[in-house]
């Protein structure tokens, strides 16, 4: 995948929701490649924090050197430091040039933003650990009901009842389905 | 070629990739142990296993590495359907990685579990296997020492290659990064993950800035990048000669993939098998660097190079336009996470020099064939 192709979806995801956090950004584009299929081609690799790339950290960084998007400190509401990823006046010539890339991807970006667009970075750490998990354990066939322990053993601030509420709400959502 | 003094191997490279991790490590045990029992729950009684399980690692996480390293991981065969990494409608090729994975698990996994504690899984997963249940996050942070911004590969090979190159640049103080190293909380969501303390920031900024001059006077060389193809190229004929269809065989395969070694293509070479890039590389007649474009080029400036390249080949002419920068396996990895009173924040927020850098640089070079680079004009 082209570095212009991925700079036009992560253009996207800015213009449809303006103020995002540098880790939300990281886990809306695994989940865009996980669950949608967008085909970006970035190798994600389980973390501490969560599926993680340095790829899409470089094009994040690529990204506000070229004064695509502008890149903001804050502090959140619940008192935490972060970022603020906003778009500048270059953002729609990437978009107008990448156009027909993105809209074969359009209603994945959306959907993205509708499912997890209400969550916080800690919140999507654990959502995407979930899945990271979910598409591991049914790719090696392992047992699926040992998913909320390995999740807690790797996010341990996290306790076992909310990460089974989490896996149970992605499978009602029918988004575990689509991690395979 | 263009350094002659490199001589150097990956098996010294790995002896002091082992040496750092564990120094690191320790480093990071004396300062922290508390707040790693806190968060984590890291008990005494695994930090010796896992010191081991870091020092394994580290040790092997290059034993998988193709004949001459790096030019050789666009020859290893694309990923199959049905295997863990494959994605419909994408060519991914197994990595060296995969490789390491697959020999630790097979000629080291007797050895490794001769440990009364340690399996051969603890240690495939710092190096990424997926095919291994994810270890708990006390075991799973250090992956950070194995494959991360301040992984104890990096700190070994920039000093390691300045040293052997005699080149004065990829230098910064190593204990000096030994002693900052520690662990701090994520600003977005308070994850913990490896940084080097508020106090050393300024060894940070000399490390991404060595890793920068390594890159861009060594690693990028305009001489060191056309070897790498010509090597591709006559490896990959050596292999089409021997019958391999132009790849390694698969990690599945992997006592035919260790019959490869530098010194079995080099044989091949000098009986013939690597055609015409065999025979500039026995000749050291490389192709020449005729034109480039900047570090970041406008495209008008691609297009122009593309176009150029065009040119070459309709005349018949052989040339090779390196377009590979952007998918190097050189990562600047320039945000070193920066603890200060148990939290972090990113280098660029404290390094105006670093904030100004970019990640890597994205040129095109065109080289042509020594006889011929003339004719294009």
């Known amino acids: ?53 340095s790829e899409v950290m470089e094009d994040i960084d690529f990204a506000k050197q070229q004064s695509i998007i502008s890149i ?70 392992w047992p699926m009901d040992e998913i909320p322990l390995n999740v807690h053993e790797i996010k341990p601030h996290f306790d076992i009842k909310t990460i089974r509420e989490e896996l149970h709400n992605l499978d009602t959502q029918g988004i575990l389905k689509l991690a395979v | 070629m263009v350094y002659p003094g490199a001589n150097h191997t990956r098996f010294e ?36 296993v896992y010191r081991k399980i870091i020092r394994l690692a580290a040790l092997l996480h290059d034993v998988g590495h193709a004949p001459f390293s790096h030019s050789g991981e666009d020859l290893m065969p694309l990923l199959p359907k049905g295997h863990i990494g494959y994605v419909e409608g994408q060519e991914k090729r197994y990595e060296h990685e995969d490789y390491s994975i697959e020999i630790i698990k097979t000629v080291f996994k007797n050895i490794i579990e001769q440990h009364p504690i340690i399996k051969v899984e603890d240690v495939t997963a710092l190096l990424g296997d997926k095919t291994v249940r994810p270890p708990k996050a006390s075991l799973i942070i250090w992956k950070d020492l194995i494959s991360g911004q301040l992984d104890a590969d990096r700190a070994d090979y920039l000093l390691r290659d300045s040293k052997h190159l005699g ?113 500039i590389i026995i000749n050291r007649k490389h192709f020449k660097c005729l034109e480039k474009t900047s570090d970041n080029p406008s495209e008008d400036e691609e297009a122009q190079i593309k176009a150029r390249a065009q040119d070459y080949e309709n005349q018949g002419i052989e040339c090779y336009l390196d377009d590979k920068a952007s998918t190097s396996w050189y990562r600047l990895d320039k945000d070193i996470a920066i603890e200060e009173h148990n939290n972090i924040q990113p280098l660029s927020e404290k390094s105006s020099i670093v904030k100004a850098m970019n990640e890597k640089p994205r040129l095109l070079r065109l080289y042509v064939e020594r006889a011929r680079e003339g004719r294009g004009r």
């Not at chain 1, 939300?24 to 389980?46: D, R, S, T, W």
């Not at chain 2, 994850?191 to 990028?220: C, T």
């Not at chain 2, 390694?248 to 013939?272: C, H, R």
């Open chain 1, 1 to 53: 995948m082209d570095l212009k192709k991925r700079l036009g979806i992560i253009s996207r995801i800015v213009h449809q929701q303006p103020g995002l956090g540098k880790t939300a950004m990281m886990k809306y584009i695994f989940l865009l490649q996980k669950i949608y299929k967008v085909p970006l081609g970035y190798n994600f690799e389980i973390y501490t924090y969560g599926p993680y790339s």
């Open chain 1, 72 to 141: 903001d400190r804050i502090v959140y509401p619940n008192g935490l430091k972060g970022y603020s990823i906003e778009p500048t006046e270059k953002l729609d010539s990437i978009l107008e040039q990448e156009s027909q890339f993105i809209a074969q991807y359009k209603e994945a970006v959306d959907s993205t933003i509708e499912a997890f667009g209400d969550r916080n970075a800690k919140e999507l750490e654990l959502l995407t650990t979930i899945i990271y998990l979910y598409s591991t354990y049914r790719a090696n066939d």
């Open chain 2, 13 to 48: 490279h790995s002896i002091g990739v082992m040496q750092m991790a564990s120094d690191m490590f320790d480093s990071i045990i004396t300062k922290k142990q508390n707040l790693l029992s806190d968060e984590l729950s890291l008990d005494t009684s695994s930090i010796q």
């Open chain 2, 167 to 279: 080149v004065s640049y990829g230098l910064y103080d190593r204990d000096r990064l030994v002693s900052c190293m520690t662990v701090g909380k994520m600003e977005e969501t308070e994850a913990l993950r490896l940084a080097i303390e508020e106090k050393g920031w300024h060894l940070a900024e000399s490390l991404v800035i060595a890793r920068y001059q390594m890159f861009s006077q060594v690693y990028f060389h305009r001489v060191r990048r056309i070897y790498d193809y010509h090597i591709y190229r006559a490896t990959k004929s050596v292999l089409e000669n021997k019958g391999l269809c132009g790849v390694y065989p698969s990690p599945t395969q992997i006592s035919d993939y260790l019959k490869f070694d530098d010194w079995a293509i080099n044989a091949a070479l000098q009986e013939g098998l690597g055609d015409m890039h065999g025979a």
